[in-house]
Every structure is written in structure tokens, then in C-alpha cells.
């Protein structure tokens, strides 16, 4: 094909591709005068042909939409600009307004699809999540009713938040809560991640639940996952010492020992009778060999914990790095009198 031709190809596509846009624009006008003046029927017919024309490019969108919301920051930040997929509101529009339609004439599961496809086109539509938890609280389903209110008040909708308060929806998200602390405490993660993405999903706003979903992230070895979690939480409530503890946990896990170090003295400040923070933060002291501050900080565990036979034998190791062995010894001795194997032998060769 000469350039000429192809110029007037493409001239001609654009020119189509803007009428028929047009032409859109005016039938969904239309079908939404059609509704508010209650004529869901004829709505419907008007927005049905639409969908249809575009039922390829949407699914081919939303397909694309969602594997790059799955991708991390990180990896959205190394993409092209032309890789960017950025939302389509005007694409969700036709499945909503025929959603409303198909409520209005009580053809619930019909609008629940186009709410949902509403829904996956622009993952913050407001009042499509709104719409959908309506028909969930109709349908006895109260936890999904309550998760898209709380999605929809996210995006503001107003009217979401106040219904989300109304139904007591955070005792779903508390009543998930606990049963994941009971899952967690049997060491079933899976299960206990199950209910804690409930819970979260009722009470995203939440530090605690989000760190304890950490956590249980952490434990299955997910740590990029888990971070993420605490993050946030973080950034919700900066001086939760569980928050700062745990996020220390994993930081320590990825080898990030000085931010570490940092999480577990931000976390001693808000509780300098933690034990398990002077130990986790002793432990960062000694991947950084920094043993004279590791010492110190096992000293504090054996203050808080006078009959903690692990502290003692960490303690004793150190002092023996530093040649302080009387020292050393007596706490050897210690450990071992408290049942720690581990120094039995080294106070066996003490004098």
C-alpha cells in the first residue's frame, strides 16, 4: 500500500472509530434518560448492542489491567510509559448503567455480572462496589455486602460508610481476627492468612490486622508479601510496638540488618520492658558485628528475664569473643543451671 493510501486508511479509521464513539455516547445518553424516566427495558436494549460490540476489548482489557495491578511498584516503575495500563472508566460505564437497569427489574444476578464487570474495568468505581453490596445484604451474605461497602466508602462513596457502620460491619473483621490468632497460634498459617485476609478486607484501616496478616505471611517464607503489610501498617500507626516488632522480624529475615536494628529501638522505646525486642535487636548487633552493643542488649533480656538460660549462654559468647572469660564463665554456668544444653559443655571446661 502506497502512503497516500495509507494516510487516507488511516484518516478514514479515525473518522470512523469518532462516529462511532459518537454514536455511543449518544445511545448511552439515551438509555440514561430511559432510566431515570423507568424505562429499564428499553435502557437495556439500548446498552445490551454496546456491550456486546466491546465484550472482546474489555475482557482483552481487564485481563491486561489486572496483571499489571499484580505487578509490585518496583517492577511497575522499570516498565516503558507505553507499558502503563492506565484505568478506562468510560468502558465501565454501559455494564453499570445496565446493572442499574437489570435492579430496577429485579434481575439481581444479571446485575451483579455487570457491576462486577464494572467493577474489574475500574477497580475503583465506587458505585458499583455500592450497588453490588446491595444485592449481597439481600442475599443474606453480609461479610461480601460488607467488604464492598467498605471498598466503596474507600473510593467515596458516603453513603457506603455510613451503611458499613450501620450493619456493625467491623465485627465481621474482628470475628475473622480471631479466628486467624487461633489458626496462627496452631502454626496453621494457610488457614490463618485465609481468615486475616477477611479480616482485613472488612477493616483494611487496621494496623493490627494487617501486621498479624504480615506476619502469617512471613512465617509461610512470602517476606516480599509480608513487608508490604507491615508497611502499611506503619504508615496507619507508627508507634504500634507490634507493628514495629514484627516488621523488624522481617526485615531481619531479608537480611536488612540495620533497618532492623532500627524497627526493634523504635519498638523498645514504646515498650522498654520487652525482652523479645532487646533479644531480636541483640541478634541484628551480632549480624552486624557490633558486639559490644550486642552485650549490652542481651544484658537487658537477662534483666527482664532473670531465668532466661539462652540469654545467659548468648551473653557468654560474646564475652568469650572478648576475652572477658571469668565473666564468661559465670555465665555459662548460669545457662547451663537453667537447663541450656548448649552451655553444658562450655561449663564443664571452666575452672
Not at 437495556?44 to 481487564?62: F, G, K, R
Not at 471498598?151 to 473483621?173: E, M, P, V
Not at 512465617?219 to 506503619?234: F, G, H, I, T, W
Not at 541483640?282 to 549480624?287: G, K, L
Request: one cysteine or more; charged letters at 25%; proline letters at 3%.
Amino acid at each position: 500500500m502506497n502512503k497516500p493510501l495509507l494516510t487516507s486508511c488511516v484518516i478514514f479509521c479515525l473518522m470512523t472509530s469518532s462516529i462511532f464513539a459518537q454514536s455511543n455516547a449518544d445511545v448511552m445518553k439515551g438509555a440514561e434518560t430511559k432510566i431515570a424516566a423507568s424505562d429499564f427495558a428499553g435502557a437495556i436494549s439500548d446498552l445490551t448492542p454496546i456491550i456486546s460490540a466491546n465484550e472482546n476489548t474489555a475482557n482483552a482489557y481487564v485481563k491486561k489491567l489486572q496483571a499489571y495491578n499484580a505487578l509490585s511498584d518496583y517492577q511497575k516503575a522499570l516498565l516503558d510509559p507505553s507499558q502503563v495500563v492506565k484505568v478506562n472508566h468510560d468502558m465501565a460505564i454501559p455494564y453499570y448503567d445496565r446493572g442499574v437497569a437489570y435492579t430496577k427489574l429485579e434481575q439481581k444476578d444479571n446485575a451483579a455480572k455487570d457491576f462486577s464487570m464494572a467493577i474489574n474495568i475500574d477497580p475503583a468505581y465506587a458505585d458499583a462496589y455500592y450497588e453490588r453490596a446491595l444485592i449481597k445484604k439481600a442475599n443474606k451474605d453480609k461479610d461480601g455486602a460488607c467488604i464492598d461497602l467498605r471498598l466503596s466508602a474507600k473510593a467515596g462513596n458516603t453513603k457506603a460508610n455510613d451503611l458499613y457502620n450501620d450493619d456493625f460491619c467491623w465485627t465481621s473483621g474482628v470475628k475473622y481476627y480471631k479466628a486467624g490468632l487461633s489458626q496462627f497460634q496452631l502454626h496453621q498459617f494457610p488457614e490463618a492468612l485465609a481468615d486475616f485476609n477477611l479480616a482485613v478486607a472488612l477493616s483494611p484501616d487496621s494496623a493490627n490486622f494487617l501486621a498479624k496478616r504480615g506476619q502469617t505471611l512471613m512465617e509461610m517464607n512470602e517476606y516480599d508479601s509480608a513487608l508490604v503489610d507491615l508497611s502499611q501498617a506503619k504508615k496507619i500507626d507508627s508507634t504500634n510496638f507490634n507493628v514495629l516488632f514484627i516488621h523488624g522480624k522481617i526485615l531481619f529475615k531479608k537480611e536488612k540488618y540495620k533497618d532492623a536494628f532500627n524497627d526493634f529501638s523504635a519498638a523498645i522505646q514504646v515498650n522498654s520492658m520487652s525482652a523479645d525486642a532487646y533479644l531480636a535487636r541483640a541478634q541484628c548487633c551480632e549480624a552486624m558485628n557490633q558486639v559490644n552493643s550486642a552485650l549490652y542488649d542481651y544484658s537487658q533480656v537477662i534483666r527482664l528475664k532473670p531465668q532466661d538460660g539462652t540469654a545467659y549462654f548468648k551473653r557468654a559468647s560474646i564475652e568469650d569473643q572478648l576475652d572477658e572469660k571469668p565473666a564468661a564463665c559465670a555465665d555459662y554456668k548460669k545457662s547451663a543451671a537453667l537447663g541450656d544444653d548448649d552451655a553444658t559443655d562450655y561449663a564443664a571446661g571452666c575452672k
